[in-house]
């Protein structure tokens, strides 16, 4: 169960159990908003099942952005709100928690780079991998992904979203490497490169 995950990790500073539990319970609840689609608690389920911890230097701050990355989600907000507003999130509810500020601070840092991908350490590198492993899913996965994704942005009327979608995966692809880590490379790079250049194709084909 995903709460008995979180509750593995987020009580490790003696905090009771029953304080554990109601902060997870919060946060299962945002990843329950009715404007979510992707970004809902079986993403986090993936990207925590993604994550290559043997990889990271402290898997348990890595394990609790995973978390927290996405837990404050408005499709309509400009690039970094979210993650800002996650990390903020985050740092108070983990400080109730009695986690120490060395903590909050490392895990405040890993959601916030997940608003641009970029990783410059370890634990970085071993989030958004996990966070960007969908781009590499089988081709069912793959759509199922990009229509729930489109759902989230139901506001946008189609020439919008495809001048705003087709704009992140020329980024997306622009890049030398997609993933962070030798692991991500060698399970996703390739056939995320693949998923991301036919949805660019197809995007360009709409009338």
């Known amino acids: 169960m995903p709460l008995r995950r979180w509750s593995e990790v987020a009580g490790r500073w003696g905090a009771p159990a029953a304080e554990v539990t109601a902060t997870g319970g919060r946060l299962r609840r945002r990843y329950a908003e009715p404007h979510r689609r992707y970004h809902t608690l079986s993403h986090v389920v993936a990207v925590l099942d993604a994550l290559f911890l043997d990889l990271a230097d402290h898997p348990d701050e890595v394990t609790l952005a995973a978390w927290y990355h996405d837990a404050v989600y408005d499709p309509t907000s400009p690039g970094g709100r979210n993650e800002e507003a996650s990390a903020t999130l985050a740092g108070e509810e983990l400080g109730a928690l009695g986690a120490p500020p060395a903590v909050t601070a490392c895990v405040a840092r890993?959601?916030?780079?997940?608003?641009?991908h970029l990783a410059d350490d370890a634990d970085s590198a071993v989030l958004n991998d996990a966070d960007l492993s969908i781009l590499g899913a089988p081709?069912?996965?793959?759509?199922?992904?990009?229509?729930?994704v489109r759902d989230e942005y139901g506001s946008l009327d189609d020439a919008a979203w495809r001048a705003g979608r087709s704009a992140v995966l020329e980024?997306?692809?622009?890049?030398?490497?997609?993933?962070?880590?030798?692991?991500?490379?060698?399970?996703?790079e390739?056939?995320?490169?693949?998923?991301?250049?036919?949805?660019?194709?197809?995007?360009a084909a709409q009338p």
């Open 190 to 203: 390739a056939s995320a490169r693949r998923n991301l250049a036919a949805e660019l194709a197809a995007l």
């Open 110 to 116: 890993l959601v916030r780079s997940t608003a641009a």
């Open 171 to 188: 980024r997306l692809l622009a890049r030398e490497h997609l993933f962070a880590t030798g692991r991500g490379r060698e399970r996703w």
């Open 139 to 148: 081709g069912a996965a793959y759509t199922a992904y990009t229509t729930a």
